[in-house]
């Protein structure tokens, strides 16, 4: 596929589980972004890859939220210990790199924290 | 904390006339302003984006319109059609190569 893949796109979790949600950038695109969007907000950066540098974490909202990148492409999202505040869309982007936009987004997962 | 403040919230306007939705940022290091379009179920899409050395962009019935001295830039949409009803996202470029977003406007065309 030509742009970003997200997966799950929909994902129902209980209060306290741990999520895994996924994101396949395009290929060739060195910058990967992950975004949390909440019911009709705006876009929460969290977490940006950029090659093999160490990532920029500074909107993670806690502990409970990590990220990692392997081998320079497919992103993991994990939040433990979820919680009802958790509940969002969670979109991912890409770029060739961080000064090269725009950046293409994926069509997110919704999580929802029962 | 950097922000960019987006107004209107929400917006109607009826088929064919002109939409305008309005960005105020604060911060001086910046080079890219992109506006971005997003449809329900859907993320947000590059629509149209400009740089600081000009103060106006076009593509087809959307413009970018910039004022670097008052720190604004606005989207305008003309002869607005129902398939433009969406969300509509500014947002600019910092320092830190990070882009900080606008809270969004939900744009609704009216046959």
């Known amino acids: 596929g030509a742009g970003v893949s997200q997966s799950p796109s929909n994902k129902v979790t209980e209060k306290g589980k741990d999520v895994e949600l996924r994101c396949d950038p395009i290929s060739g695109h060195t910058a990967l972004y992950w975004y949390r969007q909440s019911l009709g907000q705006g876009l929460e950066f969290l977490i940006y890859?950029?090659?093999?540098?160490?990532?920029?974490k500074s909107g993670l909202p806690s502990d409970r939220f990590s990220a990692e990148r392997t081998g320079g492409s497919v992103s993991t999202l994990t939040i433990q210990r979820t919680q009802q505040e958790d509940s969002a869309v969670y979109l991912c982007a890409s770029s060739r790199d961080r000064n090269n936009q725009p950046q293409h987004f994926g069509d997110g997962t919704r999580l929802s924290i029962l | 904390q950097q922000q960019v403040k987006q107004s209107p919230q929400s917006l109607i306007v009826q088929k064919g006339g002109i939409s305008i939705i309005n960005c105020a940022y604060e911060?001086?290091?910046?080079?890219?302003f992109p506006w971005y379009q997003q449809f329900p179920g859907k993320g947000p899409a590059l629509l149209i984006a400009i740089r600081p050395d000009v103060s106006e962009k076009k593509e087809g019935r959307f413009t970018i319109s910039f004022n670097k001295s008052a720190k604004q830039f606005s989207l305008h949409i003309m002869d607005s059609q129902p398939g433009d009803s969406a969300t509509y996202f500014c947002?600019?470029?910092?320092?830190?190569?990070?882009?900080?977003w606008g809270a969004g406007t939900k744009l609704i065309i009216k046959p």
């Open positions: 911060n001086t290091a910046f080079d890219y």
């Open positions: 947002a600019y470029m910092d320092s830190n190569y990070q882009l900080i």
């Open positions: 890859f950029q090659g093999n540098s160490a990532p920029d």
